[in-house]
């Protein structure tokens, strides 16, 4: 596959803050590449530069073969970006503001309209085309950001933080929506602070934090990366230890105790789990409750970026995730 | 259909001064459609002028001798002048406003001249000022105010008026887009208009004014284009033989005056679009 988006080296600085400290990422044409992060970790700044809105101290930024930061007149007729504050004119119509956008375009005044009326159909806005932006709800606005992003029929899409905000239905619509353009051929970038968006839409994801690429790769190789499966093992406490031992000898790491939670890390998948049930059973343990876990986008972040590394090993997970997502 | 190759057949078929019109004229469209839709400029654009217009010659006017013309057909230029100026304040509001907004963001990425965001929004200002003349203008007439110096005069007079408003909008702009937020923007936009406005001719004659106020009032660009605007609707003001150039030439000196402005502040607020919309 050539690639629609590279990156190499961005480096951006605010003063004593670095927004970007040699980020480098590449992006297969037609595919969704997920930029995950934090808030501040450099997501929206990459987003900045790459769509030529910003000019990085150094580095370069190619996307379909032109120089972003060398000829950004003439990216700008390759890409599309929607921004993380719905960026269209809040006291103009639906409607007016895509003609108003498609002017700018330069596309003839008759095409302009034209093209206006079939996004604002495509997006379902139709019905709302007259009124004021002001009125629209989060999900509306962001649809119609989108839409004003495809005047220009764009080869490649850059969307930060297309959901933020949004409420579970909304969001929906706009992983259909951004599904849908996929399906047509676009290549995506888009940033997230949510795990399972990533998840869900993104071939490839490059985690980033403090402006650098600290892990890429698709969701299940990130989540390999991170230490893969584990069977999770729920025992009486007194009979913790013993059932470690017993299953140390089919662990590929060390287990470990976590009050009545045994955890022993394998490779394999389903029949380590029938192994572990056996050798439970041989030990004469009463089990409980027994999982194989994969480790979720959030482990990954969390055990990547490190906010929350110390705690792992003291306090219960979920407590942690929700902390991360926070 | 590919659009792409639409809009380039129809881009090269035009040169860069065509487009920095056009995508001007679009901004000012938008901001014609914005204004029209804030009850805020409604007010400021309608009821305002009509306000200040009618307090003016109703408290002040038989409390303030300017000798033999009435003090309404002295007064109402005065209001024309002062209203107009207005128009850098809001100027300074708008740039403002769209720089801390994500539409900025959204018209750097299209391939317009972004030049025409700001000529479009003081085309705008300039299309108000139109207006804002018309409805002084009637309101004007209607309490008694005429129009005596012939047509072409009165038609110079406008013409000065909107030119003086246009180059206010310039020096607004510049403010607008070297301040923080719209809130200041507001404040830093009127806060030199209300000196500026009152240390002239506008509202009071200038011979009563201490002398170092009255120096600055005489070359102040509002004392002459006040007494343009005074001297071709016909009310020529009283000079006395030993009085300052500007008072002596205000149309030339306006003229002169418009030519500064403008060819200080377009460059500054054109320089400081460019590095508030490069960061």
Redesign the interface.
């Known amino acids: 596959m050539p690639i629609a988006i590279e990156a190499t080296n961005l480096v951006k600085k605010y003063g004593d803050v670095t927004a970007l400290d040699g980020l480098s990422l590449k992006v297969e044409q037609g595919s969704v590449f997920g930029l995950l992060g934090p808030n501040g970790a450099g997501k929206t700044t990459a987003v900045?530069v790459l769509?030529?809105?910003?000019?990085p101290d150094s580095g370069t930024a190619i996307v379909s073969d032109v120089d972003v930061i060398n000829d950004p007149?003439h990216a700008?007729?390759i890409?599309?970006?929607s921004?993380?504050?719905?960026?269209?004119?809040?006291?103009?119509t639906g409607i007016?503001n895509l003609i108003?956008?498609g002017?700018?375009?330069?596309?003839?005044k008759k095409?302009a309209i034209t093209?206006a009326h079939d996004l604002l159909e495509r997006f379902n806005l139709t019905d709302a085309s007259k009124r004021?932006v002001k009125t629209y709800s989060g999900g509306m606005r962001r649809r119609l950001d989108l839409a004003?992003?495809l005047i220009?029929?764009p080869t490649i899409l850059f969307l930060d933080e297309p959901t933020t905000g949004l409420d579970p239905r909304s969001r929906l619509m706009m992983w259909d929506v951004i599904q849908g353009l996929v399906s047509e051929g676009t290549t995506v970038l888009l940033t997230t602070q949510y795990l399972e968006e990533a998840d869900q839409l993104a071939d490839k994801i490059a985690v980033i934090d403090k402006g650098k690429v600290i892990a890429q790769g698709t969701a299940d190789e990130l989540k390999t990366q991170v230490g893969g499966e584990r069977i999770d093992v729920v025992v009486d406490r007194s009979k913790a230890e013993l059932a470690a031992q017993a299953l140390q000898s089919m662990a590929s790491g060390k287990v470990v105790i976590e009050g009545e939670h045994v955890q022993a890390p394998v490779s394999g998948g389903g029949v380590k789990v029938v192994e572990a049930v056996r050798a439970l059973d041989i030990a004469k343990i009463e089990i409980k409750e027994i999982q194989l876990r994969r480790p979720t986008l959030d482990d990954v972040f969390l055990s990547l970026t490190g906010h929350h590394a110390e705690e792992v090993k003291n306090e219960d997970e979920n407590v942690l995730v929700k902390k991360g997502r926070r | 259909m590919n659009s792409r190759s639409i809009t380039e057949e129809y881009a090269n078929k035009h040169g860069k001064i065509y487009w920095l019109l056009h995508d001007s004229s679009v901004i000012a469209w938008r901001n014609l459609l914005r204004f029209r839709r804030n009850p805020e400029v409604l007010f400021f654009d309608v009821v305002q002028p009509i306000i200040f217009i009618l307090l003016f010659a109703y408290v002040f006017g038989g409390a303030i001798d300017v000798g033999d013309s009435s003090y309404r057909s002295f007064l109402i230029p005065g209001i024309f002048v002062q209203t107009i100026a207005f128009a850098g304040a809001s100027a300074a509001i708008g740039l403002n406003a769209d720089m801390n907004s994500g539409i900025i963001d959204r018209f750097k990425s299209l391939p317009m001249n972004t030049t025409g965001v700001l000529l479009g929004q003081n085309f705008a200002e300039l299309a108000r000022s139109v207006i804002t003349l018309f409805i002084m203008s009637l309101t004007g007439l209607a309490i008694g105010w005429e129009i005596n110096g012939g047509f072409l005069n009165a038609i110079f007079a406008y013409l000065l008026l909107l030119a003086f408003g246009f180059s206010m909008s310039w020096i607004g702009a510049s403010i607008g887009l070297s301040v923080s937020s719209p809130q200041v923007a507001s404040t830093a936009g009127f806060a030199w208009l209300f000196p500026l406005t009152f240390l002239s001719n506008a509202f009071v004659p200038t011979e009563t004014l201490p002398t170092w106020l009255r120096i600055f009032a005489e070359w102040n660009p509002i004392t002459s284009i006040v007494a343009a605007a005074r001297y071709l609707f016909g009310y020529p003001m009283e000079v006395a033989a030993d009085a300052p150039f500007s008072l002596q030439h205000p149309i030339i000196t306006t003229i002169i005056w418009l030519i500064v402005i403008t060819a200080v502040f377009m460059p500054i607020a054109a320089r400081k679009f460019r590095k508030v919309t490069s960061r």
């Open positions: 900045r769509t030529t809105l910003l000019v007149e700008r007729e890409i599309g970006l921004g993380q504050n719905a960026s269209v004119d809040e006291n103009l007016e108003m956008l002017r700018l375009f330069r596309l003839p095409e093209r004021i004003a992003s220009a029929n």
